[in-house]
């Protein structure tokens, strides 16, 4: 009996350098498949996040190669966090990419959960270049969710001060917004992204009926907007789909391999 390949084998540690010349990690779960899906996390997470491990072990058992990364700032990548960071998480993201088409991969999917929904839609807005896109809990209304976070006054304080500094209940600093960081956010435009998407770019949207982060109001205004436009609300599912994974998985899987190659390809 032929002995079982140890499956943590499979996966690759891979070091990559971004625009500004810092060192992006990820985690390629290799297939021997041409076809890669790109994971991106959410707001201070990482590629070990829950949801980006289990959507990686999800397509590797379908035989599809998968890549979870750290966004600069994040994780083991180098970079300095920053509240904002909408579009150079993209150039993030477009490092990635073109890493990937440099060693003869074809990128199949971008898939992104919170935060990293945002990414993956502004990403099809500018490069037109990937196929298919999933949209895992993104937000519609950046100018929203910022209060719960830095109290009602924050447009105040960071005028008064130029910086809010986010801390633990211990009273620790997670984080500092910078006044630049904030604008980022409120200057980054959903509305204007989604037009820009290509039609032939198939989207998924999925969202938790009871997402106590981002309101599942904001996958609705998605589907509007989106040309090539596919919902799914899974109910009772949580922002991090906490009950749900396997659910989670079962939807974006097959969007994923819909978008496959009729013939599948293999590295030699």
Not at 45 to 56: E, G, V
Not at 95 to 108: L, Q
Request: proline share 2%.
């Amino acid at each position: 009996m032929a002995e079982k390949e140890n499956p943590v084998i499979r996966q690759q540690r891979i070091t990559l350098q971004n625009k500004h010349s810092e060192k992006l990690v990820g985690v390629l779960h290799e297939n021997g498949s041409a076809d890669v899906v790109v994971l991106c996390h959410g707001f201070r997470s990482s590629k070990d996040n829950n949801t980006m491990m289990n959507i990686s072990a999800a397509l590797e058992s379908e035989g599809i190669s998968a890549f979870r990364f750290d966004f600069a700032g994040n994780g083991e990548s180098e970079g300095t966090f920053q509240y904002g960071n909408y579009w150079r998480e993209v150039a993030d993201l477009r490092s990635v990419v073109e890493y990937f088409s440099g060693t003869n991969r074809r990128i199949a999917a971008i898939l992104g959960h919170s935060k990293g929904g945002n990414i993956v839609l502004l990403y099809a807005s500018k490069y037109h270049d990937i196929c298919t896109v999933i949209n895992v809990s993104g937000r519609y209304k950046l100018d929203r969710g910022i209060d719960e976070r830095l109290g009602k006054d924050f447009l105040e304080r960071i005028k008064r001060d130029g910086f809010i500094d986010v801390k633990s209940r211990a009273g620790d600093v997670q984080y500092r917004v910078t006044a630049e960081s904030l604008m980022d956010r409120l200057n980054t435009n959903m509305y204007e992204a989604c037009l820009q998407i290509d039609k032939d770019c198939r989207v998924l949207t999925v969202h938790g009926s009871a997402d106590e982060i981002i309101p599942v109001e904001d996958a609705l205004e998605f589907a509007k907007l989106v040309p090539n436009h596919k919902l799914h609300i899974i109910e009772g599912a949580d922002h991090c789909y906490s009950s749900h994974q396997a659910e989670l998985a079962s939807v974006v899987l097959p969007f994923i391999k819909q978008g496959l190659p009729q013939t599948k390809v293999t590295l030699n």
